[in-house]
């Protein structure tokens, strides 16, 4: 322990001295992700090693041993609201993401001691979470260790590890529902009312499509609004709603106005809701 205790003191002055002025760069480079994700965001920072011709997963990071999910320091990772990963409640918060590397699955681990050289310093009693996920095997050889937000939407994405031929991925997802509709309830009782936004979550979201086509119809009287826009949403909300004839008259006009100011995207757009309402 008093060996150990020695180690991480000389790494911690080491990097300490190298932050100060650099001198080569780091074998191992650092990249920092931000990632909107809800209504806040997940920001990531990890150290990306090289394969450089090495046996990685089996070999240098042995299956069933504590893996920092990286190089250097240990993968710290942010979030700024409430999430679930594969289906385990995680509180806004930064924790360090160690992993356990595994021929036929992972264990993911976060911890609430983010702030850690490698692996060195981690203890099982700081873990807030951990589970287990599949390992997936990478046909074509990954050089570079990455860490990769994929499959982006409002309130789910997957975080993917790959490195040589090994990977895993974590499923991620967050409740912005209920937080989203208290503040268009707000904002809807201000002088700047906001009904593009709201229309456009509510109809993203299959909610009253009575309050959307009134939020359309408001909108339509905005002269701050290409008039082609809120006539394309009002015929998706029409269409919606069953009224095919209102949305098709809707959306005629809407591509008419849009083939004036010479905006092809919104002739396409409107035209799509005409051959979709023509089905």
Known sequence: MKQLSIILAAIAAFISFNA?????????TTQ?????FGLGKINLTYSRPNVKGRKIFG???????????????????KFSDDVTLEGHEVPAGEYGLFS????????IILSKQPKQWGAYSYKEADDYVRFKVKTEHLPALTETMTLA?????????NLQMMWDHSGFTIHMATDIDAKVMARIDSAMNTA???????????????????????????????????????KLWKARVLLRKGDKAAAIATAEEGAKIAAAAKTDEYVRLNNEVIAQAKR
Do not use: H
């Open 20 to 28: 100060q002025a650099q001198i080569t760069p780091q074998p191992s």
């Open 32 to 36: 920092s992700v931000v990632q909107d």
């Open 59 to 77: 070999g240098m990071e042995p299956y069933g041993t504590v893996w920092r999910t990286g190089a250097n320091s240990a993968t710290v990772i």
């Open 100 to 107: 356990i590397p595994g021929v036929s699955e992972w264990t």
């Open 149 to 157: 937000f994929t499959s982006v939407l409002p309130t789910t994405c």
């Open 192 to 230: 700047k009312k906001p009904y593009y936004e709201a229309l456009i979550y509510y109809y993203n979201n299959n909610k009253d499509m009575n309050k959307a086509l009134a939020w359309a119809n408001e909108l339509e009287k905005d002269k701050n609004f290409p008039p082609f826009v809120p």
